[in-house]
């Protein structure tokens, strides 16, 4: 196998050399840090990586081929793993998570050999799919693309979100789970340290009027707000509880859709949190209601969840096309379309010692 492109004939300068996997810089689109070479199918494409010294491996992390959404089918799918001629686990294959085609968020995915795994980081072709519905998804990134809020054209979020695996069980989600673009309030020009980041739709306090506890983020025109859930290995979902933004109802997300490593999978409604839930003293409040997205046919599971369930809404709809988050054609209806001025967005803040909005 060559080395890099640059042994062929018909190559000589190609920026795309071996020594870039380890220049540091991996959540990237410029070619200039990336590495190829030519593939060919009966063929076996070897990188060997030499320690020098005897070191304990754990695991190892890879960002996949990323230079544009069309090339991250260069990426590697499956890859073996070996440590001096020994296979580092008992199921030696990786599947591989392809590049997002941007940099929204960290693609690095952390690949962990046996004995060191934990439950969303494990080899990754040992996907049970015993007993499964075939309706459930099954994949590495989860993208809830916010089309429209329920009048607010400013600022949209939620108060929580929970992914349930193929079984019914509540995920464990981490920071290292989740992101969002644009990612927070942070976003704007003068503002940090508002603590209204990704990571609290997953902090499991989601029956909430407390903003400490919620997400919120920036509404820019002509770009769709997108939220990002990854994981290391493919998880198979039967549904996802969703709570919309309490603290100002009318930020809630209203119309979204939900792609499974870019295949559309769901597009509904969320209903607004009423403005009568909130009472005259926090002890009148009533409780902030979940709805859910339903993707099994679990008997017990459609019974539990039958006064919350979504109803996926295909049919009818107006159109919005987008690139990398960005509209070329929408329907009015859609606030990330509309004409709004910029200059008059109300100013926003929820830090760790203040709690207004």
Not at 138 to 160: A, C, E, H, K, R
Not at 172 to 183: C, E, G, I, K, Q
Not at 253 to 276: M, Q, T
Request: net charge negative; hydrophobic share 35%; charged share 20%.
């Amino acid at each position: 196998m060559p080395r890099d492109l640059n042994e062929l004939p018909e190559y000589g300068d190609d920026c795309r050399v071996l020594e870039n996997l380890v220049d540091g810089v991996n959540v990237t689109m410029s070619d200039e840090h990336m590495w190829m070479v030519p593939f060919n199918e009966d063929e076996d494409h070897v990188l060997v990586i030499d320690l020098v010294a005897e070191t304990e491996v754990s695991g190892v992390r890879i960002w996949n081929y990323n230079k544009a959404p069309d090339d991250t089918f260069r990426g590697a799918q499956t890859v073996s793993i070996s440590l001096d001629g020994q296979p580092v686990s008992e199921e030696s294959t990786f599947l591989l998570r392809k590049g997002p085609g941007n940099t929204h968020f960290d693609f690095g995915q952390k690949l962990t050999f046996t004995g060191c795994s934990d439950d969303l980081s494990t080899t990754a072709m040992d996907i049970d799919s015993s007993n499964l519905s075939q309706s459930m998804p099954t994949g590495f990134v989860f993208q809830f693309q916010l089309i429209s809020t329920w009048g607010d054209p400013y600022y949209i979020g939620m108060n929580g979100i929970e992914f349930y695996d193929g079984k019914g069980q509540l995920l464990t989600l981490s920071p290292n789970n989740v992101d969002a673009f644009p990612h927070s309030i942070n976003d704007l020009e003068g503002v940090s340290g508002d603590v209204r980041t990704p990571d609290r739709l997953i902090d499991g306090v989601n029956d909430t009027y407390d903003g400490t506890h919620m997400w919120l983020v920036p509404v820019f025109q002509q770009q769709v707000n997108l939220l990002y859930f990854y994981f290391d290995r493919p998880v198979t979902v039967s549904m996802v509880k969703l709570w919309n933004y309490s603290k100002t109802p009318s930020r809630g997300v209203k119309e979204f859709s939900v792609l499974v490593d870019g295949l559309l999978v769901s597009h509904a409604v969320l209903p607004v949190v009423p403005l009568e839930a909130r009472g005259i003293l926090p002890t009148c409040m009533a409780p902030v209601k979940h709805h859910t997205i339903l993707f099994t046919d679990q008997h017990d599971l459609i019974v539990q969840e039958e006064n919350h369930s979504l109803k996926s809404t295909f049919e009818d709809q107006d159109f919005q096309m987008t690139n990398d988050s960005y509209v070329c054609v929408g329907n009015r209806r859609f606030s990330s379309s509309q004409a709004v001025d910029p200059a008059l967005r109300p100013q926003t803040s929820v830090t760790a010692r203040s709690r207004w909005s």
